[in-house]
């Protein structure tokens, strides 16, 4: 394969000063016949504007349903070498924590049995490796096993879980993130690798509101850590923000969404009605010495967040505004909302309808009732658009039995 050849469309994609994936391509293409084969496929694609990319059939590995997906060329006798391009998905580890040795071992396996290609990381979280043939696909598995790995999910299964660094890192985690997420990777070992329901389901997990992850954009269910207590305040780096210069009145209080922050000048005091907080936590990133999250911790669990496929986009509303994320009970209570919602969600939806769509389809009426939730404040989505009631007929019955 001749790299030096003229490739004007993907030439045109490695100027500028941002790093290029086709310099990447290149650099896996040097060593490997796929890689090397891949940027001619790219090139044609960009000069007839059509992709050369088809599905052809499942492909796995033993015991799995998930975790491989199939991608073969519609031009197999012009690029033969990437007649087969199949695509592995690696469960990462919580946080995506790595050592050099790890990240060593991974890319040997790689190279050892595929184009040498990765996407660190793919939408769902995942280590992607992009580019093999199937007869190799076993046996990289069998290398990714005895190293210690295992695949994540795709098809119509639970998507591997993935959390943000939490108090790996991060001072304004309200849970431990990290061990949450592992915890339930292993739950639902059987919901991650053999698919049996209408379509995906994703679950992301922050550690605070700040929702480094984007769990409410891209999520099923979303976690986010909160707390349910009052922000705690440091009133001498308050002083010392004033002092400095900080315009606290607009840059704080003039950003704030419910304007329940309000800043003293003469006494140099800031003062907060948690009561109407939203936990937005603009002024603690603002203010980060001087203001910091509540003491009593947990999260909150919102519902229906996905990407555009069958509906428009949505962006995950309330289901239980605090809930707390205890280690010692196993989050006990997590688990048995959400095995309630799969339930509803699998009996209940379509083919390729995701949870959030099923609750737009049948109301939330319904899907509250199903998973034994009361209705609150904090789950209106919107303001109400439809203006007649519906009721359930047992709602109007006395404890004997009767109608009110």
Same mark, same amino acid.
């Given at each position: 394969?001749?790299?030096?050849?003229?490739? +004007?469309?993907?030439?045109?994609?490695?100027?500028?000063?941002?790093?290029?994936?086709?310099?990447?391509?290149?650099?896996?293409?040097?060593?490997?016949?796929?890689?090397?084969?891949?940027?001619?496929?790219?090139?044609?694609?960009?000069?007839?504007?059509?992709?050369?990319? *088809?599905?052809?059939?499942?492909?796995?590995?033993?015991?799995?349903?998930?975790?491989?997906?199939?991608?073969?060329?519609?031009?197999?006798?012009?690029?033969?070498?990437?007649?087969?391009?199949?695509?592995?998905?690696?469960?990462?580890?919580?946080?995506?924590?790595?050592?050099?040795?790890?990240?060593?071992?991974?890319?040997?396996?790689?190279? *050892?049995?595929?184009?040498?290609?990765?996407?660190?990381?793919?939408?769902?979280?995942?280590?992607?490796?992009?580019?093999?043939?199937?007869?190799?696909?076993?046996?990289?598995?069998?290398?990714?096993?005895?190293?210690?790995?295992?695949?994540?999910?795709?098809?119509?299964?639970?998507?591997?879980?993935?959390?943000?660094?939490?108090?790996?890192?991060?001072?304004?985690?309200?849970?431990?993130?990290?061990?949450?997420?592992?915890?339930?990777?292993?739950?639902?070992?059987?919901?991650?690798?053999?698919?049996?329901?209408?379509?995906?389901?994703?679950?992301?997990?922050?550690?605070?509101?700040?929702?480094?992850?984007?769990?409410?954009?891209?999520?099923?269910?979303?976690?986010?850590?909160?707390?349910?207590?009052?922000?705690?305040?440091?009133?001498?780096?308050?002083?010392?923000?004033?002092?400095?210069?900080?315009?606290?009145?607009?840059?704080?209080?003039?950003?704030?969404?419910?304007?329940?922050?309000?800043?003293?000048?003469?006494?140099?005091?800031?003062?907060?009605?948690?009561?109407?907080?939203?936990?937005? =936590?603009?002024?603690?990133?603002?203010? +980060?010495?001087?203001?910091?999250?509540? *003491?009593?911790?947990?999260?909150?669990?919102?519902?229906?967040?996905?990407?555009?496929?069958?509906?428009?986009?949505?962006?995950?509303?309330?289901?239980?505004?605090? =809930?707390?994320?205890?280690?010692?009970?196993?989050?006990?209570?997590?688990?048995?909302?959400?095995?309630?919602?799969?339930?509803?969600?699998?009996?209940?939806?379509?083919?390729?309808?995701?949870?959030?769509?099923?609750?737009?389809?049948?109301? =939330?009426?319904?899907?509250?009732?199903?998973?034994?939730?009361?209705?609150?404040?904090?789950?209106?989505?919107? +303001?109400?658009?439809?203006?007649?009631?519906?009721?359930?007929?047992?709602?109007?019955?006395?404890?004997?039995?009767?109608?009110?």
């Amino acid at each position: 394969m001749d790299l030096a050849k003229a490739r +004007p469309m993907l030439d045109e994609l490695k100027k500028g000063q941002w790093p290029s994936f086709v310099k990447e391509i290149e650099k896996s293409a040097a060593k490997n016949e796929q890689a090397a084969t891949l940027l001619d496929l790219l090139e044609d694609s960009y000069e007839e504007k059509r992709v050369h990319w *088809k599905h052809g059939g499942i492909v796995g590995v033993r015991g799995y349903g998930g975790g491989v997906i199939g991608r073969y060329t519609d031009v197999p006798e012009k690029y033969p070498a990437v007649t087969e391009f199949h695509t592995i998905r690696v469960n990462q580890p919580s946080g995506w924590f790595y050592n050099s040795e790890d990240i060593r071992t991974l890319c040997d396996i790689w190279e *050892k049995h595929g184009s040498g290609l990765t996407n660190m990381h793919g939408a769902t979280g995942d280590i992607v490796f992009l580019g093999t043939t199937t007869d190799h696909l076993q046996e990289c598995f069998n290398d990714l096993s005895y190293a210690g790995w295992d695949l994540g999910g795709s098809g119509s299964n639970f998507r591997t879980p993935s959390c943000c660094v939490g108090p790996g890192r991060c001072e304004y985690a309200c849970f431990d993130t990290l061990d949450f997420l592992y915890n339930i990777t292993q739950e639902y070992q059987t919901e991650l690798h053999r698919p049996m329901w209408p379509y995906k389901s994703k679950i992301k997990v922050s550690g605070c509101p700040n929702d480094c992850i984007a769990s409410q954009a891209r999520a099923d269910i979303s976690v986010l850590g909160t707390w349910r207590d009052a922000i705690q305040i440091d009133q001498a780096e308050v002083a010392k923000y004033a002092d400095a210069g900080f315009d606290i009145e607009n840059l704080v209080c003039g950003y704030c969404p419910t304007k329940c922050i309000s800043y003293d000048a003469d006494k140099k005091e800031i003062t907060v009605d948690n009561e109407n907080c939203t936990r937005c =936590m603009h002024c603690i990133n603002e203010m +980060p010495k001087a203001l910091h999250v509540g *003491k009593e911790k947990g999260a909150t669990i919102l519902m229906g967040g996905k990407a555009t496929i069958v509906q428009s986009a949505f962006l995950s509303w309330v289901v239980v505004p605090f =809930m707390k994320m205890d280690k010692e009970d196993d989050y006990r209570e997590f688990k048995d909302l959400v095995e309630k919602v799969w339930e509803w969600w699998d009996e209940n939806a379509k083919v390729r309808e995701r949870l959030g769509e099923l609750i737009y389809r049948k109301g =939330m009426a319904e899907f509250l009732k199903a998973v034994e939730l009361d209705p609150i404040p904090q789950m209106v989505k919107h +303001p109400r658009e439809n203006p007649y009631y519906f009721w359930y007929p047992e709602d109007f019955e006395d404890k004997n039995g009767g109608a009110n």
